[in-house]
């Protein structure tokens, strides 16, 4: 297999604003140094596809000639494109014209504007893969598996991939109102998000100190071109530091960059296994291996979550497969695919899913995700959900917005009483507790400065180290 192809492998895609990047699909160009397809004078492959492509030429002219209203060319050609690869039924390949090719080059600046979120089409549905670190999508509330439902009130249903999240588009500084559906709730919920600009730092670490232990903690949010230096310069600062082992944590990480990842497991993962393999369409599969000689001489962990799709799950099946490190958390979106940004020559260009990837053991996750060697689910904190309250909630009511918000008081650790919707006497003592505490009007009910305060105090609750299950389970098991 030529190895000078730059291969992608994203969740789905980016949605963003007009100053930043492609809404549609997010993927970083790929290179190939061998034609794909046909060329012209190459003429086609054989007299089959002769007739085929004459058929095709014989409708365009009919159409173009014929149709009753004028037609433009250009929309043909490309309406044929797009017919076509929507016959393949796979999100991940779509076509870019030459607008969104431009915004999605855009991407591999050091920064753009949007809401900050990966999404994704599972099943015919546009969900959420996971809102980026920090930002304005997961400031918002909006969490992996999220389904979008309508945007800014009007209904995705009938639109692809990139036309749903070309709409969510815009510029820093406006909002856009997504409907949103959600496991465990019967009804949708509204949330509003902000634009901003959304920073491509891709590497946080931090020092650990369990149990007289130093544990050394990577988080990485994407692979981006500059994932694997960042990892490398941060890695090296905590080997300095003297740590005594180490948790890398790529939940919430949507992908990137495949060569970003290989190259970051090429200084963790030994030569005599491989670090993932490619299969072709005919079957034939290519093993990749790095060059190094031996492991770390301290323990390694990695913390996963259903929100760690692609180039995230390439490297928790690497450390668990070849590594043999433990693998802390939830099982991974499941995404096992490898797409490629094809330039068609006038500045558009096709987005074309081109190979497999499988673990180091030759295992396809894809629609399947990674298990976890240690299985670790979060409290029920973050598993709680936005309150819609245009009217007071209040005593004796019973409905599920109630139910929301009873299960944001037990995470914060008041007692309501019930979480079953009904507003009891036990829910508006420990409404009138909250309010007391968070210099509130005490009214026992909840209106919507209230319930925004609610929420405020859930997000700043889950930034809480000590309220990290998986990563507290993750660090006691490294310190041992």
């Known amino acids: 297999m030529d190895r000078k192809w730059i291969a992608i492998l994203m969740a789905g895609s980016l949605l963003t604003g007009a100053g930043g990047t492609y809404a549609g699909m997010q993927w970083y160009a790929g290179v190939l140094d061998h034609q794909i397809f046909p060329s012209k004078e190459n003429g086609p492959a054989n007299s089959s596809e002769s007739d085929h492509l004459e058929k095709v030429a014989q409708a365009y002219s009919l159409i173009f000639t014929n149709y009753l209203e004028k037609v433009e060319e250009e929309k043909l050609v490309e309406g044929a494109i797009q017919g076509m690869l929507s016959t393949l039924e796979d999100p991940y390949s779509v076509y870019m014209d030459k607008e969104t090719a431009k915004q999605f080059n855009q991407t591999l600046e050091s920064s753009f504007e949007g809401i900050g979120a990966e999404v994704s089409s599972v099943d015919g549905k546009v969900v959420i893969v996971s809102p980026f670190k920090n930002s304005p999508a997961e400031k918002a509330g909006l969490k992996p598996n999220d389904q979008i439902l309508k945007i800014n009130g009007d209904s995705i249903e009938g639109l692809d991939l990139f036309e749903a999240t070309m709409k969510i588009r815009g510029k820093k500084g406006t909002s856009v109102v997504l409907e949103i559906g959600r496991e465990g709730l019967n009804d949708p919920v509204q949330v509003k998000v902000t634009r901003d600009e959304i920073p491509q730092i891709t590497v946080y670490s931090d020092m650990k100190k369990v149990n007289g232990e130093k544990v050394g903690y990577l988080e990485i949010t994407s692979f981006s071109e500059e994932t ?182 037990v995470g914060l650790g008041l007692e309501p009483g019930r979480t079953d919707g009904y507003f009891n006497g036990m829910t508006e003592i420990a409404v009138k507790a909250f309010q007391r505490k968070n210099d509130l009007p005490v009214t026992g009910a909840i209106d919507a400065k209230t319930a925004s305060a609610l929420e405020e105090a859930v997000r700043q609750a889950m930034k809480l180290e000590e309220n990290d299950l998986q990563l507290q389970t993750a660090l006691r098991l490294l310190a041992k």
């Not at 034939?284 to 990695?302: H, Q, W």
């Not at 490629?340 to 558009?348: E, H, K, L, R, T």
């Not at 629609?367 to 209040?394: C, F, N, R, S, W």
């Open 228 to 409: 694997s230096k960042e990892f490398d310069k941060e890695l090296t600062a905590l080997e300095k530091a003297g740590l005594d082992a180490l948790l890398i944590d790529v939940r919430g990480n949507p992908g990137g960059l495949l060569s970003s990842v290989e190259e970051i497991l090429r200084e963790l993962i030994p030569k005599d296994k491989p670090l993932y393999q490619i299969e072709e369409r005919n079957g034939e599969k290519t093993r990749y291996f790095s060059n190094l000689d031996k492991a770390k001489d301290y323990p390694i962990g990695v913390l996963i979550n259903d929100g760690s799709a692609s180039a995230s799950e390439i490297l928790a099946g690497a450390m668990k497969e070849a590594g043999g490190y433990p693998v802390i958390g939830e099982k991974t979106f499941g995404k096992g695919t490898v797409q490629q940004a094809v330039p068609m020559g006038d500045g558009s260009n096709i987005k074309l899913t081109v190979f497999k990837w499988l673990t180091p053991n030759g295992n396809w996750i894809h629609k399947k995700g990674i298990e976890p060697t240690v299985e670790v689910m979060q409290p029920a904190l973050y598993d709680t959900h936005p309150i819609q309250a245009e009217k007071p909630l209040k005593l004796d009511m019973n409905n599920e917005q109630v139910k929301n918000a009873q299960e944001i008081l």
